[in-house]
């Protein structure tokens, strides 16, 4: 939406070094330069971004699956990484895996300047996000804020209420 809308230059990095996916939703092919093979030669990009075509929007995909993805993200690699992203685009955007499993999304988020939830409506517990709060609390993150996804369009009175005021009508207890 940023690459769209604000014509930021916006770069997306798939940092789940474990099970990525970010290629499998952009379309394109897994690829064997991606974040991986940067971190495994010290943090340096040699055209292993891919600018997309079909939107305003560069990408580094994760790359090959690796044995020791959470000692390559707290690497000095990672660290030059993210200083060059920072430098070359106004936005720099980190997909991890989930934060409680394993322990590289709190690597990640301790060196940026801000993370973001994504929660699950109707599926994630609220046990588990403050569990993952603290835990990312804890690692020196700062969390802005959370994206509830997979709600409901329909909420329970707020339907009524804007019917009512929208079509004119007011329910039979209304004021005249």
């Known amino acids: 939406t940023w690459a769209r809308q604000e014509q930021m230059r916006v770069v997306l990095v ?99 300047d801000g993370t973001v939830f994504i929660v699950r409506a109707g599926r994630t517990q609220r046990k588990t996000v403050l569990q993952a709060h603290a835990l990312l609390t804890q690692m020196n993150a700062t969390v802005l804020g959370c994206v509830l996804t997979h709600v409901e369009h329909y909420l329970a009175g707020y339907y009524g209420y804007y019917r009512y005021h929208r079509y004119g009508s007011k329910p039979d207890d209304a004021p005249s």
């Open 14 to 112: 798939d940092a789940d070094l474990r099970k990525s996916s970010v290629h499998r939703w952009l379309g394109l092919e897994a690829s064997r330069e991606g974040l991986s093979t940067v971190l495994q030669r010290d943090g340096h990009l040699n055209g292993a971004l891919i600018k997309l075509s079909s939107v305003p929007l560069t990408v580094l995909p994760a790359g090959p699956e690796t044995e020791h993805p959470a000692e390559l993200l707290e690497s000095s690699g990672m660290k030059r990484v993210l200083a060059t992203l920072k430098a070359q685009f106004d936005v720099v955007i980190i997909d991890t895996p989930p934060v409680l499993p394993v322990s590289d999304p709190g690597i990640i988020a301790a060196q940026t």
